[in-house]
């Protein structure tokens, strides 16, 4: 019961409130009544008594105020009134509240944004069952360890069957298809899989099965598994569709199963159509049997308990027997595993990481302009604040309403943050790479508001306890006389010197690792490829290996695909290769040797990208002849075979020798071993990736070794739709079962090679841009708070015949000082920082020499600017009404 | 006259449960009567007495009523509860058992 009477007690003077202060008034007055009455009985006047009385009483205002705090529900109008209160203060400084809530904002938004696109990438757990137990496997030589390669089908098959680790491995490598029969011929993506993929990943068919490990033996029939994506577009969801047989690559297969759109494998590859045994693949089928041929990559899962250190050295004892075993094949080779999660994030973790910590900085940056605002309010409002500690608020009162104030807004600067963020992912999700895997998940979802929700706090707590500190100091009268001006002096200024300082060296961290990556970005772009991609247009055309399946008709293909653009006016200058320099396939590199040349002893080998060119590809390309001669019609079949190299070749494998009139042996497998004679050198091209260094590359004439399609270049200054439809023409008018994909503008294509650095570079600039811009506002802060501080010293100073430029200099004086002292430190770090984002750099080295010295000036001009205001500000300082003022 | 003692830290709370067990009482009723019948040894402070007061009310250990009173008009008027009568109890023995351990000490030292 008394339970319950205290309740609606607190409840009712909840409620009641003014009624309870009113009834606690009249108590004390009969108080004091009586005391008068006392003392008049005793012999004063009224008004003496009066005033004894209220004397004796004692302090009214701290009594009432402790019966209040007996209620027990105080807080919870101290709260309301502190929010009041709050909000009260902040609409009366409008321009303090909006740049607070404007810093907070960005600072709580940008994390936001990047903590989103994080959670989407770094966070989830992969989509398989006990995921840590997923390992991917590559074939590496024992040499070089970071050069990965696949694993041959013979060598899978062994491994498979004799490790004791895993539970189960199982091989995938894709294949592009042709898809037809089902509406306009299309090029699905295929998965060429060992049928074990399935249940290793766990797989569950919408409808029908996944392959069965009979569907993966040589000989089986030939059966495939659709993408639920596939079944809906092309066969439009077709009940009836398992059984029924598709045409890929003019082959039939029968449809076994279909798999959710939710299944991918590997996570964040390209989308995946179809999956059929590896055996069944027109190209790879007949590759497996050839143990030279590292086809495969490999996914393992662990057994239960088995830990990653004790499955490599098992994997290392196999790869040694199996070198043993077949020394010309795996000699030199061995077996890496890796966690599955790590190849997925690998390329893109340390960019992710540099981002997050880069808006971690900013963060910091945004919370010290805040706590740097609010040390200042708070040294000016120290008056007011001892005047209400002297009328009886306790010092916890008052830390509690100035928190109650920070964490205002903080939680409003945190939800102009969340407004920022959801408005920077909707508009960077194009812009994201596009191997950054699952775009379409990312979203400002509960777990990132609750981070934003849980940032804002934490920054209302860093920044609005310090100012609570310092305006509560034990001296109220010093407060309460001199108001400002003491504290301002002894903690506050310290502090505001110590957080502008951090600030400015947090932004030069900032500022200097964006400049390297813009610089680095710049060399990028503007870096010689080794060829004109201006007014050329590429396109993929692709012959299906079952109808087209000699190298004959490969080639009278090609033939007829060029004589027919040739016969268009506008596409005269055209060419055929595969593959294409920054092709998103990759590039084919080959081993060769040396004819005349001593062997290599076992285990080396020399290797070198591979392209098979049309005799006009250079010249569409503009790649420039060194030496020799370039390809021509003569270059046939029935005459010698021929091979051009690039000048890396010529210089690194022919070191002062004239490599025209040489041979070389190598070639595109099957036929790997075919000699052909060197009759020409022309210039590096940039094959791999604008920001690598050109590698040696042979060519070879696209008519002594057709492949089953290949690019389509045209040069023209035709526009780009033009000439796209115009391959098309030309392509459906040799076969309109043919699919032409892919067509695109080179510079375009070029761009989407360097889309991920340009992305990353673009954030990281902004993030400096705006780290520049705080910082800037927290040095006009503090030097304008200072100078109106000393308006009196500087009026003194000009009665004395102080001249401008001894203000000037007085005011950007100390502005410079603290930039310089951010600057020395900031440098420092950047200096110690940035080397870990060495590898993300393009021929520029982390402690750049131009950067830092930009970043320098670049910071030191702004912050001299952003005092130049208070400064010119001071100069206006009427000596008189400076002296008067106070 | 001799400025009465400070009261012991915590008996207050004694002091006034005791006070209004007799009969109800308001404020100033309940200090005038800690001072006369300790003979004028104790003061309770008014910056303690109305806090303690409302705490006690709080405590659901007193209970309040406007009624009139002797001083002509109507006043607060405190008085025990059940709960009030059980606590006075406890601060009674406790009490007891503090001051008979002070005249031990000092007796004995």
Same mark, same amino acid.
Not at chain 1, 233 to 248: C, E, M, P, Q, Y
């Given at each position: ?14 409620? &009641? ?11 004390? =007055? ?27 009483? !004692? ?9 209040? @705090? ?13 929010? &009041? +209160?709050?909000?009260?203060? #902040? $609409? %009366? ?12 904002? $960005? ?11 994080? %959670? ?9 069952? &006990? ?44 294949? %592009? ?52 994506? #596939? ?17 890929? %690559? ?30 069944? @693949? ?45 020394? @010309? ?10 966690? +599955? ?60 309403? $100035?928190?109650? =104030? ?36 990312? &979203? ?24 609570? $500190? ?10 309460? /006389?001199? !108001?400002?001006?003491?504290?301002? /002096? ?19 961290? #900032? ?129 010698? /075979? *021929? ?56 060519? *070879? ?16 200054? #035709? ?12 392509? +459906? ?23 991920? =650095? ?109 005092? +130049? ?18 | ?7 012991l830290?915590g008996t207050?709370?004694l002091l006034?449960l005791r ?69 006075l109890e406890r601060e009674l023995q406790s009490w007891d058992r503090l001051s008979s351990a002070v005249r031990l000490l000092?007796?004995?030292?």
């Amino acid at each position: 019961m008394r339970i319950f009477r205290i309740i609606q007690r607190r409840a009712r003077s909840l409620v &009641h409130r003014s009624r309870a202060d009113a009834e606690l008034q009249r108590e004390i =007055e009969i108080h004091i009544q009586q005391l008068t009455k006392e003392a008049v009985a005793a012999g004063m006047t009224e008004t003496e008594a009066r005033a004894r009385a209220v004397r004796n009483f !004692g302090p009214i205002d701290p009594t009432k105020e402790k019966c209040r @705090d007996t209620r027990g529900v105080n807080w919870i109008q101290d709260f309301t009134q502190d929010l &009041h +209160y709050g909000l009260r203060i #902040l $609409l %009366d400084s409008p321009g303090f509240t909006a740049i607070a809530i404007l810093t907070i904002g $960005l600072g709580i938004g940008a994390n936001t944004a990047i903590f989103s696109i994080v %959670d989407a990438v770094l966070l989830p757990s992969l989509p398989y069952r &006990h995921s840590n137990q997923l390992v991917a496997m590559f074939n590496v030589p024992v040499k070089r360890p970071d050069a990965i390669a696949g694993i041959s089908y013979r060598d899978f098959t062994e491994y498979r069957k004799q490790n004791g680790v895993f539970s189960e491995i199982a091989g995938n490598t894709f294949h %592009d298809l042709t898809l037809t029969g089902a509406g306009e011929p299309i090029i699905v993506n295929t998965a060429d899989v060992t049928p074990e993929i399935f249940p290793l990943l766990n797989a569950k068919p919408l409808a029908g099965r996944t392959l069965l490990p009979e569907d993966g033996k040589p000989g089986a029939a030939a059966v495939a598994v659709v993408s639920e994506n #596939l079944w809906r577009s092309r066969f439009g969801s077709s009940s009836g569709l398992v059984g029924k047989s598709i045409a890929l %690559d003019m082959r039939s297969f029968t449809v076994a199963g279909i798999l959710p759109a939710s299944f991918r494998y590997p996570e964040g590859a390209p989308r995946q159509d179809v999956w059929i045994s590896v055996l069944q @693949d027109p190209l790879f089928g007949p590759l497996a049997s050839q143990p030279r041929v590292g086809l495969l990559g490999a996914i393992g899962r662990l057994k239960p308990g088995v830990p990653l250190a004790k499955a490599q050295a098992e994997m290392d004892t196999l790869s040694a027997r199996l070198a043993k075993e077949f020394p @010309d094949e795996d000699s030199g080779l061995t077996i890496r595993i890796k966690p +599955y999660w790590e190849t997925v994030i690998g390329n893109v973790r340390l960019a992710l990481l540099v981002l997050l910590s880069a808006v971690g900085l900013l963060l910091l940056i945004a919370c010290a302009n805040i706590a740097n605002l609010l040390v200042s309010r708070a040294t000016t409002r120290a008056r007011e604040i001892a005047v209400r500690i002297a009328l009886g608020a306790s010092r916890a009162r008052i830390v509690r309403q $100035l928190l109650t =104030e920070s964490a205002l807004l903080a939680l409003l600067g945190g939800f102009a943050g969340i407004l920022l963020a959801v408005f920077a992912v909707r508009t960077l999700r194009p812009f994201l790479p596009s191997e950054i895997v699952q775009i379409s998940s990312i &979203h400002v979802g509960g777990s990132v508001l609750a981070f934003a929700l849980l940032l804002s706090l934490a920054a209302a707590l860093a920044f609005g306890l310090a100012p609570a $500190l310092i305006a509560t100091p034990s001296n109220l009268q010093i407060n309460i /006389k001199e !108001g400002s001006e003491r504290t301002g /002096k002894r903690g506050g200024q310290h502090l505001r010197n110590f957080l502008v300082i951090a600030e400015i060296s947090l932004a030069v961290v #900032l500022l200097v690792a964006g400049g390297l990556l813009l610089r680095s970005f710049a060399l990028v772009t503007s870096v010689n490829p080794g060829f004109d991609p201006q007014n050329v247009t590429e396109a993929e055309v692709s012959l299906p290996q079952f109808q087209y399946s000699t190298p004959q008709q490969w080639r009278a293909f090609s033939n007829q695909l060029l004589a027919r653009l040739d016969a268009q006016p506008g596409l005269r200058n055209s060419a055929l290769a595969a593959p294409l320099p920054m092709d998103r396939q990759g590039q084919a590199n080959l081993e060769f040797s040396i004819v005349g040349n001593a062997p290599l002893p076992r285990g080396k080998s020399t290797s070198a990208n591979y392209q098979t060119v049309s005799p006009e590809y250079f010249r569409v390309m503009r790649i420039p002849l060194m030496s020799g001669r370039f390809f021509s019609e003569q270059d046939s079949p029935s005459h010698p /075979k *021929v091979a051009i190299i690039s000048e890396t070749l010529a210089q690194r494998y022919f070191p002062n020798q004239d490599p025209i009139g040489r041979q070389m042996r190598f070639g595109f497998p099957p036929d790997t071993n075919v000699s052909r004679e060197i009759v020409g050198v022309v210039g590096d091209v940039r094959d791999v990736a604008l920001s690598q260094k050109p590698g040696p590359i042979m060519y *070879v004439p696209f008519a002594q070794a057709p492949l089953y399609g290949g690019e389509v270049v045209v040069r023209s200054s #035709l526009s780009a739709s033009s000439v796209a439809a115009a391959i098309r023409q030309a392509v +459906y008018s040799i076969d309109k079962n043919l699919p032409v994909t892919d067509v695109e503008s080179f510079p375009n294509a070029l761009g989407q090679s360097i889309s991920r =650095e340009r992305f990353r570079t673009f954030l990281l600039a902004s993030f400096s841009a705006l780290a520049l811009i705080l910082a800037a506002i927290g040095i006009f802060g503090v030097v304008s708070y200072s100078a109106s501080q000393r308006r009196q010293e500087i009026g003194i100073r000009v009665a004395l015949g102080a001249q401008r430029a001894d203000v000037l200099r007085l005011i950007l004086g100390q502005g410079a000082k603290l930039a310089l002292l951010g600057l020395g430190v900031g440098i420092v770090f950047a200096f110690l920082l940035t080397r870990l984002m060495a590898s993300m750099l393009y021929g520029v080295s982390p402690s750049d020499p131009v950067t830092f010295g930009a970043v320098a000036i670049i910071l030191f001009v702004v912050a001299v600017t952003a005092c +130049y205001i208070p400064a010119r500000r001071a100069l206006r300082v009427d000596p008189l009404v400076a002296l008067r003022y106070q | 006259m001799p400025k009465p003692s400070d009261l012991l830290q915590g008996t207050l709370d004694l002091l006034i449960l005791r006070t209004i067990a007799r009969s109800p009482l308001h404020g100033w009723g309940i200090a005038k009567r800690i001072q006369t019948l300790s003979g004028d040894e104790l003061s309770v402070g008014q910056g303690s007495l109305y806090p303690a007061l409302h705490r006690l009310e709080n405590q659901g250990w007193i209970r309040a009523k406007w009624e009139e009173s002797d001083l002509g008009r109507p006043a607060k008027i405190y008085s025990l509860t059940p709960q009030g009568r059980k606590q006075l109890e406890r601060e009674l023995q406790s009490w007891d058992r503090l001051s008979s351990a002070v005249r031990l000490l000092i007796q004995n030292a």
